[in-house]
């Protein structure tokens, strides 16, 4: 069941829990829409980034990954006081989580349990406009490529069969957008030959992504709009001491469409710079705009 909602968790219509709120753009007549998705890991720990990039953004609605927060903690008043009032959140102490924070209403909310363990890694909600939303964090999958002696690689699996299996029973128009933990193709990372058996870019792990792209026919926004084998990275590991100098990415991220939907995206850009700023995520936004 999903949780229910807390100080801060605000669905559909309606005001928000803070009381004299106004219904903030749900009476309003959309025909753009600016969605963001951003790994922030740990959102309490990188709240000032959070706010930097809303406010230099100022994207309608926010998809974030690796919440680290259990929702009755969660940091709702930055997005409420942004005009953020409408809040989907699945979180958990410590660990994983995700969450849609909106200046538009989401109906319909869902959880779905992917990973079968019950750990937070999903949410998804309806937009007005007919756009169905939903965010994933794919689990990372452990450090060696064998279910037989990596249980958590099985896990990944299954998780993207299970995933697999929703997508072919998809009758909406439908983004999902989320750290995927997988980089598809050869030119998604630094050096495809020294990362082949590296967890994250195996050839196993991208045959298992491909049959979940193609259950629904989804089209990859960031390969729409940044064609391969143009450089395109979303991830950069801590370890490095100078990332931008070393450029040891990966395209773990990502943004996928119906195919009818994709036909409304017009723009997709990844932001680069935020890796640079104090205190980053290893991970850096993605945005799409679509004209509904």
Known sequence: ?????????????????????????????????????????????????????????????LCLQETKAQDMVFPGQMFHSRGYVHHELNGQKMHHGVAILSRLPLHDSGRHDWQDNGEARHVGARLACGIRLENVY??????????????????????????????????????????FNIAPLECDVW???????????????????????????????????????????????????DWEASDRGRRLDHMWASPELAAQATAHRVLEPCRSWDKPSDHVPLVVELEV
């Open 191 to 241: 050096n495809h030959k020294a990362l082949l058996n590296v967890v994250s870019h195996t050839p196993l792990e991208v045959e298992t992504l491909e049959r979940l792209r193609a259950a629904h026919d989804w089209v990859d926004l960031g390969r729409k709009f940044i064609p391969a084998p143009e450089r395109c990275f979303t991830w950069w590991s801590y370890r490095a001491q």
């Open 138 to 179: 794919v689990p990372a999958g452990g450090d060696i490529p064998d279910r037989n002696l990596n249980p958590k690689f099985g896990q990944k699996l299954d998780f993207i069969e299970r995933m697999t299996r929703w997508s072919e029973k998809l009758a909406e128009p439908t983004l999902i957008v989320g750290d």
């Open 1 to 61: 069941m999903p949780p229910e909602p807390g100080p801060f968790h605000v669905r559909g219509i309606g005001t928000s829990a803070f009381t004299g709120t106004p219904r903030s753009l749900q009476d309003i007549r959309v025909t753009k829409l600016k969605i963001a998705s951003w790994n922030i890991n740990s959102v309490r720990a990188r709240a000032h980034i959070v706010e930097r990039f809303l406010d230099e953004e100022q994207p309608d609605i």
